[in-house]
């Protein structure tokens, strides 16, 4: 039985494709396993809101993920409207809302002002992102926090609704949130900058940790030997991989970028060398993006890159245990789940600067680098074996002592606490 009788409806507009092959990004695969845990531990009872709410106007997973920033903007309203009227329904009493997203939140001060008490999480900091990708990291959050204030009256109408999906929706969540839960503490550091009226006490910091899907050694060991037979990988590959959603701010293109400019060199690496981009496009720039990953790739003489898609379970797993190095080169990242998959699987990493990196990797087991510095990071790890050996198992020792599972909990405490 719960031990909490109030409901929590947890809001997700990524929510309810648990399972589906479809790239929907981190805070669905956290939604996903924030259900499947407090299944198992029932701390509470919880309603998923996701987009079924639509009825016969619901997105598929795949929809999702292929629409335009004006699609994915009337998606974002139409969910948001829904959810905040389902939610109104019910008694704010014996209800807690858990909203997985901020942009595709519910009304927030609607919500507020019926008495309902809110815990956002924040999986990215929205108006970060939007500075990072489509500022090109020109300006700092706050100051786009404080230039948006200014702006706003004199936007055209379609770009007022676009944009304040970004930071309106932002600010409201924070103000109405009886608490806001991040993933690291330099993403908190950024929100009370840019918005210092914020309470310190609110923004909360709840680092995801890895779920222990249960497979055994021999199970990952003959998914690898598949994997090599399907591919045709030589033993004697050193292989590089990456696993995210293809879009504009994973940075693919600056991995692929990197190994170029080392075939022109004259010490590349004197054994095979195999890159797997695991991933499927994803939101509005995706598709895009893809092709322009393929061509870049295409250029390649001496590296062998494959596409395999979207991976996971027991093939994701397998693919950590095959390569050499994960690379993760993304631009902006909030924190580092695949990251931190791989660190659990023992593969050494190589990381663009980002908080997202940061708040995960250590010296003991990757390298934290500038865009300009990835080459030569992958150069020097993959010409030290035993390093690499070295680094594997302090990033297994490391990643295995942060369980998803705490993070549940954690979680579930607040929010039978939040009153």
Known sequence: MASDSRRVVYVAAHGGFAGEPVALGGGAAVCNMLLAEWERTRPFEVDLLGPAILGAHAPSARDLITYSESNYAGFCA??????TDEILRRDPSGTVVLSNDISEGPDFARLSAAGFPIVTIYHVDVVAYVTTIYGRGLIRPETAVRWYKIARRVLPAPLRRMSGLVFEQQERSLRFSRAVIVPSGEMREVLLRCYPWASKDRVRVVPWGVADEGWTDSEIRAEAARLRTEFGIPHEARVLLTLSRISPEKGQDLLLEALADWERRGDFADRPLWLFLCGDAAYMQGQRFLAK????????????????????????RAFFSLADLYVFPSRHESYGLTLLEALRAGTPAVCVDHHGARSVMREEFGRIVKPSGLLDAIVSLLGDEEMRMRMARAAGAYAAERSFSASAESLAGILRTIR
């Not at 139409?78 to 959810?83: C, N, Y």
């Not at 590296?303 to 027991?314: C, S």
């Open 78 to 83: 139409a969910f948001s409207r829904a959810a």
């Open 293 to 316: 990953l393929k061509n870049l790739a295409a250029g390649l003489r001496r590296t062998r890159v494959i596409f395999p898609g979207y991976v996971t379970g027991l093939r994701k």
